[in-house]
């Protein structure tokens, strides 16, 4: 199998990130984002990277079939305003400082392609666009969801297993943010949901 994983910035990046919509409202739907989006959403929250300077695509390719396997975004944390607003006191709090941090806006994958290496491949892409922008420190926000939730699939890996595995521990911090979300009776209702910071541990 051979994977191309390439990353993009600016104008070049512009002509691609639509991949990340398509891949957000096919594989958000799953457990535990449970995201019922639009494509007016999409288009709101792409306009949101597009207008970013410090964003970059990184997008994995199976070059023998022909299509894209794989999806991830970034930017400096110092930029994302709603998370900063919303975590100030709390990352003062705790001695984290925005501007050393390269945040992990989405990473998405075929579920085919997923155990192979390939994240973590684009894992570390990402992180060498952000130490080209200044940043040392890296970390990302992951919902979070009751471990007796209904809505949990029978055999379900909780994600915090493999979060650990790529050497990055959750902090007490969190932000909540509202999208359209399936409910337990599968109707679908913009509610509040939280969501964790995870940083990479220190030596």
């Not at 959403?41 to 199976?62: Q, S």
């Not at 945040?103 to 080209?132: H, S, T």
């Not at 909780?158 to 007490?172: A, H, N, Q, Y």
Request: aromatic share 10%; proline share 4%; with cysteine.
């Amino acid at each position: 199998m051979n994977i191309d994983i390439q990353s993009y910035r600016n104008e070049k990046m512009a002509v691609r990130i639509g991949v990340l919509a398509d891949f957000r409202l096919r594989c958000f739907r799953e457990f535990p984002y449970l995201y019922v989006g639009t494509a007016e959403n999409e288009r709101e929250h792409l306009d949101e990277y597009l207008a970013n300077p410090t964003a970059r695509l990184v997008v994995a390719k199976d070059v023998g079939e022909n299509k894209t396997v794989g999806v991830a975004i970034g930017t400096l944390l110092s930029t994302e305003e709603e998370i900063v607003k919303q975590t100030g006191e709390q990352l003062q709090r705790h001695g984290i400082v925005p501007e050393r941090f390269f945040y992990f806006g989405e990473m998405i994958f075929e579920p085919e392609y997923r155990n192979r290496g390939i994240g973590r491949r684009m894992l570390e892409m990402l992180k060498n666009e952000g130490r080209e922008q200044g940043a040392d420190r890296f970390c990302f926000l992951a919902v979070a969801r009751e471990a007796d939730d209904v809505r949990r699939p029978v055999g379900h890996v909780d994600s915090s297993l493999i979060f650990e595995k790529f050497g990055f521990v959750k902090t007490p911090i969190f932000v909540t943010f509202e999208w359209p979300t399936i409910q337990p009776d599968g109707n679908v209702v913009k509610v509040a949901n939280q969501l964790d910071l995870w940083i990479d541990r220190q030596p």
